[in-house]
């Protein structure tokens, strides 16, 4: 993995960004060694700006053409593609990665929060569901962090898993 000057990869950022598969598969096939270069001044690859600009077709190809470990990379502030995923709430986009590399679910971002939490964080339904679905338990016990805690407060706040009941007691 290397961060090279930016210039060079200003041509996949735009076909990243715009989900132009075809155009991505060209520079690629020009570029290999593209498909895990970090491309913007944040330290995001394709596959990160491809995941915020929601392009699921590109990135499912993305990931296709990846390697576990590429799945792992992370930009300057901590977040892995799953991280992005996450906050963006695209379960599908975090399904082809997690297919391809179960470990993603343990990585915590630059701030420490795991990618349920994230996605919990952002009001994600659907994708908390998801990733809770796929977290190994364990990494939710309390010494493992507070990432169990934390994910049970944020969905009670949030009621990710239902409505909240009101006190009999304040019911007129």
């Known amino acids: 993995m290397t961060f090279a000057g930016l210039d060079r990869w200003r041509e996949l950022y735009k076909h990243a960004h715009e989900g132009n598969w075809e155009a991505t598969k060209r520079f690629l096939d020009l570029h290999p060694e593209a498909k895990n270069v970090k491309i913007t001044p944040f330290g995001e690859t394709a596959l990160h700006v491809a995941i915020v600009a929601g392009n699921v077709k590109l990135v499912e190809k993305l990931v296709e053409l990846m390697s576990p470990e590429d799945l792992e ?40 929060r795991i990618p349920v939490v994230v996605s919990c964080l952002g009001n994600h339904k659907e994708m908390t569901h998801y990733l809770y679905s796929v977290t190994p338990a364990e990494l939710l016990y309390e010494d493992n962090g507070n990432h169990g805690s934390l994910l049970l407060q944020l969905s009670i706040a949030s009621e990710m898993f239902g409505k909240r009941h009101t006190h009999a007691s304040t019911m007129n």
Request: proline share 2%; charged share 15%; glycine share 12%.
């Open 73 to 112: 990379i992370v930009e300057q502030a901590g977040c892995s593609a799953l991280s992005y995923a996450a906050m963006q709430g695209i379960t599908k986009m975090a399904k082809c990665m997690i297919i391809k590399n179960k470990k993603l679910v343990n990585l915590p971002n630059g701030g420490g």
